[in-house]
């Protein structure tokens, strides 16, 4: 198992979904960056699902708690709203080929706390946030081996996972945190990422 906390091999980018009237007056409404974005420096502002979502940039994961706080921050600055379905998904995937082959996925959800953070974050109910109904292991792999070929609305999402393919888009995405007011919980927000990057970091 590697050292906690040993994030540098991690590479982490943030989808925030939220709505905003402040937004709403500079672009008129979200719908009109549907197949645009705008470049903010830090990443993307653009459309999904009806909301605005805010794309960061893939960044080191020892980097990746203070671009979300930035990426909360902005939020609070355009006077943001989150909803029950808004998401914030955090994408993780590897710098090192050999260690992204040895992801263990279920290890992942092992690891990770999804049925803490679903509870959390209100989202247990979610369409979009699908888990299995019990954390062991073969529970987890019945779950996995059940998941029709290329679902995007699960929990822990490896459908863009590619550990013997090209680096670049290769992402494990964990869609359980969000909900309403989840711009409003950093401290909790930042611990739901902590576990997100430890349960890949344990898997290898």
Not at 43 to 65: Q, S, W
């Amino acid at each position: 198992m590697s050292t906690k906390h040993s994030f540098s091999g991690l590479v982490v980018g943030f989808e925030l979904e939220f709505i905003s009237s402040e937004l709403d007056r500079v672009h008129g409404s979200s719908d009109l960056l549907r197949g645009r974005d705008v470049d903010l420096g830090f990443g993307f502002l653009g459309e999904d699902g009806g909301c605005y979502e805010l794309r960061t940039k893939p960044v080191d994961g020892r980097a990746a708690n203070g671009v979300l706080i930035d990426s909360l921050h902005f939020l609070k600055r355009h006077k943001a709203r989150t909803r029950h379905n808004d998401g914030l998904h955090i994408n993780i995937s590897c710098s090192d080929k050999k260690k992204a082959r040895s992801v263990n996925p279920i290890i992942v959800w092992d690891r990770c706390r999804v049925h803490f953070w679903v509870r959390f974050f209100g989202r247990r109910r979610s369409i979009y946030c699908k888990f299995p109904s019990r954390m062991e292991a073969w529970s987890i792999f019945d779950f996995l081996t059940r998941v029709p070929s290329g679902s995007k609305d699960v929990a822990v999402n490896f459908s863009n996972f590619d550990p013997y393919g090209q680096t670049k888009g290769s992402r494990i995405e964990f869609r359980y945190p969000g909900g309403k007011d989840y711009h409003r919980k950093p401290k909790m927000v930042s611990r739901c990422l902590r576990d997100a990057m430890q349960a890949v970091v344990d898997s290898f």
